[in-house]
């Protein structure tokens, strides 16, 4: 006999950078400022950035060494920058800091916002991103009126994977985290989620292989659109 369906979750919420926001689009800036180097500019960037917030949240409990998002971006950049020995000026700086504000939105996000909205999903934010660099980038995106809450992890002072970090989601929409969707783009967050207890949807769009430490996502996809898949059509 099958099992009978799951329930669809009752709300959706989206880390945003590299998941509806392109982290990478910063590259054609970079390529600019520095001809030849703007990829690996990108990817060490990012690299480093993310570790960073690793090494804030897993160095002391208490959050004392907790530094906003913003912070940690910007002593990021200028670690890549060292590292490949590229003359990061602070104007070469502020113009690829500005554009970390502005990142371009993956062409998909405003049809599946639209999507979960006809569906009467609410939809929203859970991410390592300070509330101020987190407004800036939905209001650039023009996805104020498609998000029911912009969650940073900012009040937990500390960062995804950190249990502290996730269980915002719970507490602000009121409902428990199996009946919540959680989508990232990337592995290690989607791992994270899913052993917090979340609904989790891994967008694997560069066909990566899964984290090899015995946990899948609830499911896998290589596009926003899949998150579709999880509700019936309106």
């Known amino acids: 006999m099958d099992k009978p369906a799951a329930p669809a979750p009752r709300a959706v919420l989206f880390d945003a950078y590299g998941t509806l926001f392109d982290v990478y689009s910063v590259g054609l800036t970079a390529e600019q400022l520095f001809p030849g180097r703007g990829e690996a500019l990108a990817l060490l960037w990012r690299d480093k950035q993310i570790e960073y917030t690793r090494l804030v949240t897993m160095s002391a409990a208490d959050g004392s060494r907790y530094r906003p998002f913003w912070d940690l971006t910007r002593a990021a950049l200028r670690h890549a920058g060292a590292r490949l020995q590229l003359k990061l000026d602070s104007e070469a700086e502020e113009r690829l800091m500005n554009q970390y504000r502005h990142l371009s939105a993956f062409p998909d996000v405003h049809e599946v916002l639209l999507g979960l909205k006809a569906r009467g999903i609410p939809a929203g934010i859970l991410s390592n991103g ?3 660099m987190l407004g800036i980038a939905v209001r650039s995106a023009g996805l104020e009126s498609l998000l029911d809450h912009v969650i940073s992890v900012e ?11 996730y269980a915002l989601g719970p507490r602000t929409l009121g409902l428990p985290a199996r009946q919540i969707l959680f989508v990232s783009s990337n592995g290690w967050d989607a791992i994270g989620a899913t052993w917090f207890g979340y609904s989790t949807l891994w967008v694997n769009r560069a066909g990566l292989p ?4 015995d946990t ?6 290589h596009s926003l659109r899949d998150v579709l898949g999880f509700f019936a059509a309106p």
């Not at 899964?210 to 430490?213: D, M, N, V, Y």
């Open 130 to 132: 300070d509330p101020a």
């Open 155 to 165: 009040p937990a002072r500390a960062f995804k994977t950190d249990a502290r970090a």
């Open 210 to 213: 899964l984290e090899g430490l």
């Open 216 to 221: 899948e996502p609830t499911r896998i996809g």
